[in-house]
């Protein structure tokens, strides 16, 4: 697996998987009729953000994307987020792992002192695991936060770990 920059010529490869996930509704804060041209600019983020793709080597198949940006600006300009998305096709093969593990080492080159999720919802058991494993800490949960379409109401919680 090759992890490179994404493109604009990614984005159909990414919108296969992004758009089934985002109107899934069960797991991102986006809304379910996202349109592509939205969803793109949503996600391939200018510098000095950035957004990834994971690729397979042999094939060059997108298996999975990552975006990373500041949390916020100003003063708390100093935090860095990220969210990531694979392709269903793909799960289980460490791809998410290899996403997250790259976005923390781009945001502690860039000078970032901490990373910080704002909206992992908490149902999403497989992200929050992955997360706590990569020394991430559920910081806060905002009762009911989330409306999944199977589970009902929700926590969203948010994660934070220093660099």
């Known amino acids: 697996m090759l992890i490179r920059e994404a493109t604009t010529q990614d984005w159909p490869a990414i919108w296969a998987f992004f758009h089934p996930i ?77 996403l997250a593990e790259h976005t923390i080492d781009w945001a502690r080159q860039s000078g970032y002192r901490a990373m910080q999720f704002n909206a992992v919802v908490a149902s999403n058991e497989h992200a929050v695991k992955l997360y706590e494993s990569l020394g991430f800490t559920i910081t806060g949960t905002i009762p009911e936060g989330f409306h999944h379409p199977v589970h009902g109401y929700v926590g969203l919680h948010i994660m934070h770990r220093p660099l």
């Open 22 to 98: 985002v109107t899934a509704g069960e797991t991102y804060t986006y809304p379910l009729d996202l349109s592509y041209e939205d969803g793109q600019a949503w996600w391939l983020l200018p510098e000095p953000n950035r957004t990834v793709v994971a690729v397979d080597e042999t094939t060059g198949a997108v298996l999975g994307t990552a975006k990373m940006n500041r949390n916020h600006m100003g003063n708390s300009a100093h935090i860095a987020s990220a969210s990531y998305m694979v392709d269903p096709a793909h799960g289980g093969r460490g791809v998410g792992r290899a």
